[in-house]
């Protein structure tokens, strides 16, 4: 990963997350989520080169694989530190519409839902403000709904995290 960002690698992948292709928007995703996790840097990076933006717009009109991948990238560069632009963004709403989606059922929304969770649930780590925008967007109920509803015990535990990390709101 130091090797993609030595060579200015990052912004040619956030490029690729507005690809046409979803195989190439896939593959960027979870790299950028991978680089983003391991360094704050490289999270940085992720947001000056566009990619929150890209990912937030891909929960709003992507696939429900797109979905998923913006939202595994959107909780890497979260825990890198890069929250408020995520907020600043909608993207804590779009993730609670991804929670409230009932488009299909299916195992693939099923993963979708659970990393909207999961990205919430970094998110709302140790941040009141966002704690209260994940409530005032109908967050709780919604991941109330996954915990109580999801077939997949991933997802409920994902879906409980955000329940838990809050002692403010």
Same mark, same amino acid.
């Given at each position: ?38 360094? *704050? ?68 929304? *099923? ?59």
């Amino acid at each position: 990963m130091a090797s993609i960002a030595k060579a200015n690698g990052i912004k040619p992948l956030v490029a690729q997350l507005d690809s046409s292709d979803e195989k190439t928007t896939a593959y960027a995703a979870r790299v950028l989520a991978d680089m983003a996790r391991k360094q *704050e840097e490289y999270a940085k990076q992720v947001a000056q080169a566009g990619g929150i933006a890209l990912c937030v717009k891909l929960l709003a009109k992507g696939s429900l694989e797109a979905q998923e991948l913006a939202a595994h990238a959107l909780t890497g560069i979260a825990a890198g530190g890069c929250k408020e632009k995520i907020r600043e963004l909608g993207g804590i709403e779009l993730l609670v519409r991804v929670l409230k989606s009932n488009r299909s059922e299916s195992s693939q929304l *099923e993963r979708v839902k659970a990393h909207a969770a999961n990205a919430l649930a970094e998110l709302a780590r140790d941040d009141a403000p966002i704690q209260r925008e994940v409530v005032q967007c109908g967050g709780i109920d919604a991941l109330v709904a996954v915990v109580t509803t999801s077939k997949l015990d991933s997802s409920k535990a994902r879906a409980a995290d955000p329940l838990m990390t809050s002692d403010d709101v």
